[in-house]
Structures are given as structure tokens and as C-alpha cells.
């Protein structure tokens, strides 16, 4: 019989892009970035207008980590009873720990960003969002998670990250064989030989999938692949938003669903979660800008 051995590694280019600017790096780590060697380091005139060097925060939705969150969706699946009744049981639920942002400009992009027709006249904000996935009871686990966020009124994205990120999951197949050579046949002599070997394949498989729906808003879709489960930890995305030079505050909703896979008789089956309320609100307040 075929025996599988699949192992993965998450491609540590995903998270980003290459075409990404190579200071959003920083985005990748909670802490803060170390300083750059002092030959790296921008002077205080090309800080001056903040379109040189990392982005300086200028604010945050809500409170820090050790806050409460920004909004969350306690999912819910649809659990039936006797009869034709059913019942609601929360499974697990999404947090939107907060939302940082930070002012950037068209000199933070590749050249040809700052040639786009109108773009002195547009204010970009960065917009990081940190998530939290909330614990599942024992024998249940995350297949699939969706996030969506809209802003009031909904702007046009310079830049969404993660766009595309992949596993790589390495399986191996055996095979074996048994042959009898042409000559033992003829003289109807009972040898045979066996021979065997493996044949190995790579796969890539989406982990996680960045959407931008345009007007309807944006998000990111979490995948469970072999070898990287989604499991409750904190995760960051990127976007840079489009705003009126004039803006001082974004408003916007959270909205979150999932397939949870309940295990049952050593088989998972996947159930839909999704909340019971509407999209939760919230405020990323602007600083002037200056």
C-alpha cells in the first residue's frame, strides 16, 4: 500500500510580498525593530515630511495588547436536537485586538507610485491589523477563517498584505513490485523478484488569501493546511489606504466567519460558524496632518 509522509514549512516570503517595500519588514515582528546601522539610518530632514525610513506610528484603535479588544464575532454553529428543534453552540470566535496606523507617503513606494495621476492630493495611512482567534473546545479544530473589514466610506488599497502565502508540503510514496523474468517463465521455475522505491512530491497550499472586494471592502481567508493548523495565536495584516488629505478618522466594521470541524467516531466533520449579530464597529482616529 502507498504510505504518505507529509511534512511542510510556511514560506517565510508570504507574509509580505517581494514587491512589498523593504521597510514594512518590521511588520512581521511584535516587538520593536532593532536600530539600523548608524549608515543606514535616515537623517532628520528625510524624516521630516515621513516619507523616508520605517513609519512612525501615529495612533491606534482602541487600547494596546493589554487592553480590551477593538471588536470580536463569537461564532456560533447550529446544533440540532430531537425532533425538528436546534439549538445555537458558540464555537470559537475571531478578535480584532486593535488597529495601528502609521502615515506614509508616495516616496515609501516604488517610483512610479508617486507618478500616479493625483496622488499629491491623496493622504496614505497604514493600517495594521492584529487578530486573535479564540480557543475551541477538545475535538474541535479550525479548517477555514474569514475576516472582512469595510470602512465608511470604503477607500481604494495601494497595498494588501499578506496577498498570498503557501506551505510547502512534501509528501512520499512507496511503491513496490513483483516481476518474474522471462527466462524462470519459459522454464516454469517459481522465482520471482521484487523491487520497490518511493516517489516524492511537493505541493504549495495556500495558508492564508488577501481579498479586496473594492467597494464592498477587504479581508484575508485562513486556510488549515497539513503540517500548519490554524490554531488561537496572534496574527498581523497590512493595508495602505487611499484617504482625502483632509481625513481625521476612519470608521468601520469587523465581521468574521468559519468552518469548525467537530471530531466525531475518529472523523472530522466541518460545521459553518458564523455570529448572531451584526458587524461590529469601529474608529481609527487621524492625527492632523502636517
Do not use: C
Not at 95 to 110: E, H, I, Q, S, T
Not at 117 to 133: D, I, N, P, V, Y
Not at 201 to 213: A, I, N, S
Amino acid at each position: 500500500m502507498p504510505e504518505d509522509d507529509p511534512t511542510s514549512a510556511t514560506d517565510p516570503t508570504g507574509s509580505t510580498g517581494a514587491d512589498s517595500p523593504p521597510w514594512l519588514r518590521f511588520l512581521r515582528e511584535e516587538s520593536t525593530p532593532p536600530e539600523p546601522p548608524s549608515s543606514e539610518r535616515p537623517s532628520e530632514s528625510s524624516r521630516s515630511d515621513g516619507s523616508r525610513g520605517s513609519p512612525e506610528p501615529s495612533g491606534a484603535a482602541g487600547l494596546l495588547a493589554d487592553g480590551p479588544a477593538v471588536a470580536a464575532r463569537d461564532l456560533f454553529v447550529t446544533e440540532p436536537l430531537l425532533g425538528d428543534r436546534s439549538r445555537f453552540v458558540q464555537e470559537g470566535g475571531v478578535l480584532l485586538l486593535k488597529v495601528d496606523n502609521y502615515r506614509v507617503g508616495a516616496a515609501d513606494f516604488p517610483a512610479m507610485a508617486a507618478r500616479r495621476a493625483g496622488s499629491g492630493q491623496r493622504r496614505l495611512e497604514l493600517l495594521k491589523f492584529t487578530f486573535m482567534l479564540r480557543e475551541l473546545p477538545a475535538g474541535r479544530r479550525y479548517e477555514t477563517v474569514r475576516v472582512r473589514i469595510l470602512l465608511h466610506p470604503q477607500p481604494p488599497l495601494m497595498l494588501l498584505r499578506p496577498h498570498l502565502a503557501f506551505t510547502d508540503s512534501h509528501a512520499t510514496r512507496g511503491f513496490s513490485s513483483e516481476f518474474r523474468p522471462m527466462l524462470t517463465g519459459l522454464l516454469r521455475l517459481g522465482v520471482r523478484h521484487t523491487r520497490s522505491g518511493s516517489v516524492s512530491r511537493v505541493d504549495r497550499l495556500p495558508v492564508v488569501t488577501g481579498v479586496d472586494e473594492g467597494p464592498a471592502g477587504f479581508g484575508w481567508t485562513f486556510q488549515a493546511q497539513d503540517g500548519a493548523p490554524l490554531v488561537p495565536q496572534r496574527t498581523q495584516t497590512v493595508v495602505v489606504a487611499e484617504l482625502p488629505p483632509d481625513a481625521t478618522g476612519l470608521d468601520g466594521t469587523f465581521d468574521a466567519e468559519a468552518f469548525v470541524a467537530r471530531r466525531v467516531a475518529g472523523i472530522y466533520e466541518p460545521r459553518r460558524a458564523l455570529p448572531r449579530t451584526p458587524p461590529a464597529a469601529f474608529r481609527v482616529e487621524l492625527p492632523a496632518a502636517g
